[in-house]
């Protein structure tokens, strides 16, 4: 199965890579139908592949992902809890998941085949609502779940407990839960630490909060977090993995590891810090 997302033209030279690999393997390939018809009718390319599909009823023995993080977390979202492995092929800008540059795609696939590769589960969390009148429809975040106040809003109150033991009423612009792979992300932007894989922790991030004393808060990733919200605008947004929902005052939000985890392949022994290093330009004197 692959994904990717319409914006990026280069894409499609990658994706015709792929295809003419997987090809030669005799793999049965299927493509999520919108970057299907970007590649077709925008770019006016003839793609020759098995099937194209819609939705999230489906099944692979891998799920590719043509993009940057934000495609692979889309990705991420549609394969939910099917266990497909996700390829992420970096054709965005930064790319702390997305493993495969364009010129690794053939070394990556001829290595799936040979079987050196290796499957690292990385953490989700889920957000669950109550008293409130919507339901989150994607309610799965491999990153961060992050609930914020509203354009051109004042700060909101996010009275915050943790296993039903009050901690604070945070007085800010949001509050970040993220995941260790999404330490890196937003939460790593609003000061928040960057947490290395596997250490079964989340931490929780204010966005630009109304007290200085208030800093980021590391807790097992076991725990249960209850949020409630109140605005002067009487809303507020739930952005899951960006994906954002307005939520009403008096909406209880609980937020808690999912019951499965996400599976990302990776190839050519990168390690995470060396993976830091890189993308961090750690050790660069850029003056």
């Known amino acids: 199965m692959i994904f990717g997302n319409e914006y990026q033209a280069k894409k499609s030279q990658a994706v015709f890579k792929i295809v003419a690999i997987l090809q030669q393997h005799e793999a049965e390939i299927f493509i999520d139908k919108p970057f299907y018809e970007f590649i077709t009718q925008g770019q006016h390319l003839d793609l020759n592949v098995n099937g194209v599909f819609e939705g999230d009823d489906f099944t692979a023995d891998f799920a590719i992902s043509m993009g940057g993080d934000g495609t692979l977390l889309e990705t991420a979202a549609r394969v939910d809890s099917k266990h497909i492995p996700i390829i992420g092929v970096n054709i965005g800008r930064l790319g702390f998941l997305a493993d495969v540059n364009p010129s690794e795609i053939e070394q990556a696939f001829e290595n799936i085949y040979k079987g050196s590769y290796t499957t690292h589960e990385h953490s989700v969390i889920q957000i669950e609502t109550e008293n409130g009148d919507k339901e989150i429809l994607s309610p799965y975040a491999l990153n961060d779940i992050a609930l914020l106040k509203r354009d051109h809003a004042s700060m909101i109150s996010i009275r915050t ?89 008096g909406t209880v939000v609980r937020i808690s590891k999912a019951p499965y985890k996400a599976h990302i392949v990776r190839f050519f022994e990168r390690r995470y810090f060396s993976i830091l ?7 660069i004197d850029l003056r």
């Open 277 to 283: 290093r890189e993308k961090m330009n750690w050790g």
């Open 161 to 249: 407990s943790i296993n039903d033991e009050y901690v604070m009423t945070y007085q800010a612009d949001g509050l970040i839960v993220t995941t260790p792979t999404g330490s890196t992300a937003y939460s790593l932007s609003n000061g928040g630490p960057i947490i290395s894989p596997g250490t079964g922790t989340l931490c929780l991030t204010p966005v630009a909060p109304h007290s200085l004393n208030v800093r980021p808060i590391v807790i097992p990733d076991s725990s249960v977090i209850t949020l409630k919200v109140e605005s002067r605008s009487h809303s507020f947004l739930a952005a899951v993995d960006g994906r954002s929902t307005s939520l009403h005052d």
